[in-house]
C-alpha cells in the first residue's frame, strides 16, 4: 500500500485522491462487493467528528486577520523595537510569525501574510538572501507547533488525546523554538554584520509614540490569543467554541478598525471552504487508507516486527521519528499524521510511552519536515512570493541552520520530557 501510494504521489496525483485510490484498490481484495459499504464508514466518521469542527473556525479566524492591516500595523510596530539588533528585520519576523500562528493556527498562512511585507524590508537594507529564506521559512512553521494549531486539532482527534492538554503541551517547545531562533539571528549577524544589517532611523521616535503605535498594533492579537487559548485551557470552552471565539474575536478587530467590508468578509468565507475542504479530503482519504491497512492486518505486521527487535522506548521512539521525518521529504503533514498516528498509537501505548510527550516530538519532526527536500511545503509557498533573484539554492541553504535548530528542540523534549509534560499535568490536576 506504501509503495503504491508513492508511486501516485511521486507522479504528480493529489494526496487526497492518492489515498483513496490506493484504499479502494487494496480494500477490493479485503472487502470485494462490500468494500463501498466499509469505506462510507471512513467519510460518515469523518462528517461526525466535532473535534474536527473546529478546523473552520480556527481557519475563518486566521483567513480575517489576514485580510485586515492587522499584520502590517504588527510588523511596523515590531520594526520599531528589534529594527537596531543586529538581524532586527529578521527578529521581527520571527516575532511577527509567533504572534501571527499563535493567532490563526493555519500554517501556509502566517509565511504567506508575513513574507509579503518581510521579504521587501529586507531586501531594502541587503539582507542576505540565505538568512531572509531561512527566516521567512522558519518563522511560518511556526504555526505546527504553536497552538492553537490545526496539526495538533488532527493530531488530538486521530490519537483520542485533549486538544487542551496538547496545546499547553506544545507551548513550551514553540517558545523554545523561537527563542532559539532569535539568538541564533542576534549571533550570525553580530559576527558577520552584513548577513543582516541593523536599521538606524534618521528621525528617532519616541518612547511615547512607540508604546502608542505597539498598544494598537500588538493588543488586539494578543486579546484574541488570550481569549482563545484561555478559555480552552481553563476549561471555560470546548476546541469548537474556543475556535468560534477566536472567528468572532477576529470578525470583532476588523470592525473596530473598520478593516472588514463585505468583499474581504467574502474572501475570508471563500479561503476558509477552499482549505477546509482540502483538509477534509485528506482526512476522509488518510482514514480510509489507515482503516484498510489495519484490517489487512497491517497494524499487527507493524507491532509484531517492532515485539520482535525487542528494544528500549528511546530506541523505539528514534525509529518511529525517523520514519515520521523520512516521510515528510514526500507527504505533507496532514498525510503524516492521518497514516502514522492511527499505526503509531497501539506501539506507543504497549511500549508505555507517554502519549503527550510523544505528540509533542511528533510535532517537532513535522515542523523540521516542513523544512526539508523535496517535498518542503515552505520552499514552495516562499518561492510565490519571493522576489525574482532568490534562488532555490538560496531558500535551501538559508534554512539549514533553522532545522538544526528544530532539532535541538527535539534533543531537549527528549532528554527533559518536563518540558512537553509539565503544563498537560497541571490541566489534568
Known amino acids: 500500500m506504501f509503495i503504491l501510494l508513492f508511486i501516485f504521489v511521486f507522479l504528480g ?31 460518515l466518521h469523518t462528517a461526525s467528528n466535532f473535534t474536527l469542527a473546529s478546523i473552520p473556525l480556527f481557519i475563518l479566524m486566521g483567513a480575517i ?60 537594507y541587503k539582507y542576505s538572501k540565505g538568512l531572509m529564506a531561512g ?29 487542551g492538554q496538547l496545546f499547553a503541551a506544545s507551548l513550551i517547545p514553540g517558545l523554545m523554538m523561537v527563542a532559539f531562533f532569535m539568538i541564533y539571528i542576534v549571533g550570525a549577524c553580530y559576527f558577520k554584520k552584513d548577513l543582516g544589517p541593523a536599521v538606524i532611523l534618521e528621525q528617532p521616535v519616541p518612547l511615547s509614540e512607540k508604546l502608542l503605535i505597539t498598544s494598537k498594533a500588538i493588543l488586539p492579537p494578543l486579546l484574541l490569543i488570550c481569549s482563545v487559548l484561555g478559555s480552552l485551557l481553563m476549561g471555560i470552552a470546548s476546541p469548537t467554541e474556543a475556535a468560534a471565539v477566536g472567528a468572532a474575536g477576529a470578525a470583532l478587530i476588523a470592525l473596530v478598525f473598520r478593516e472588514l467590508s463585505w468583499p474581504s468578509f467574502y474572501g475570508a ?13 485528506i482526512v476522509v482519504g488518510g482514514t480510509m487508507f489507515t482503516s484498510i491497512f489495519a484490517v489487512s492486518g497491517g497494524g499487527w505486521m507493524i507491532v509484531d516486527v ?10 523505539l521512539t528514534f525509529i518511529l521519528m525517523a520514519v515520521i521525518f523520512l516521510a515528510g521529504f514526500v507527504l505533507d503533514w496532514i498525510s503524516i499524521v492521518l497514516i502514522f498516528v492511527p499505526i503509531f498509537t497501539p ?13 509533542v516530538m511528533f510535532m517537532v519532526v513535522i515542523q523540521t519536515s516542513y523544512l526539508t527536500p523535496p517535498m518542503a511545503p515552505s520552499i514552495f509557498y516562499l518561492k510565490s512570493i519571493a522576489p525574482a533573484d532568490m534562488t532555490y539554492r538560496d531558500m535551501y541553504k538559508g534554512v539549514v541552520p533553522f532545522v538544526i535548530l528544530q532539532l ?14 509539565y503544563l498537560p499535568s497541571l490541566i489534568a490536576n
Open 347 to 359: 506501539l506507543i501505548k504497549t511500549a508505555g510511552i507517554d502519549p503527550i510527550w510523544f505528540a
Open 13 to 43: 496525483i493529489p494526496v487526497a485522491l492518492s489515498l483513496i485510490v490506493t484504499s479502494v484498490i487494496f480494500g477490493f481484495f479485503t472487502f470485494g462487493d462490500m468494500l463501498f459499504n466499509q469505506l462510507y464508514g471512513a467519510i
Open 408 to 421: 535541538l528542540v527535539l534533543l531537549v523534549v527528549v532528554i527533559f520530557p518536563a518540558v512537553a509534560t
Open 65 to 124: 486577520l489576514e485580510k485586515t492591516g492587522l499584520a502590517l500595523r504588527l510588523f511596523q510596530a515590531l520594526q520599531l523595537w528589534f529594527g537596531r539588533l543586529p538581524g532586527g528585520l529578521a527578529l521581527s519576523t520571527i516575532v511577527m510569525c509567533a504572534i501571527f500562528a499563535a493567532a490563526s493556527g493555519v500554517v501556509g498562512a502566517v509565511e504567506i501574510v508575513v513574507g509579503m511585507m518581510a521579504l521587501p524590508a529586507m531586501a531594502k
Open 135 to 163: 527566516t521567512v521559512c522558519a518563522g511560518g512553521s511556526l504555526g505546527t507547533i504553536i497552538p492553537p494549531s490545526i496539526v495538533v486539532v488532527v493530531y488530538a482527534s486521530m490519537a483520542q488525546l485533549s486538544i
Open 306 to 315: 517492532i515485539s520482535r527487535l525487542d528494544i528500549g522506548i528511546y530506541q
Open 269 to 281: 468565507l471563500k479561503t476558509t471552504i477552499q482549505i477546509t475542504a482540502m483538509i477534509m479530503m
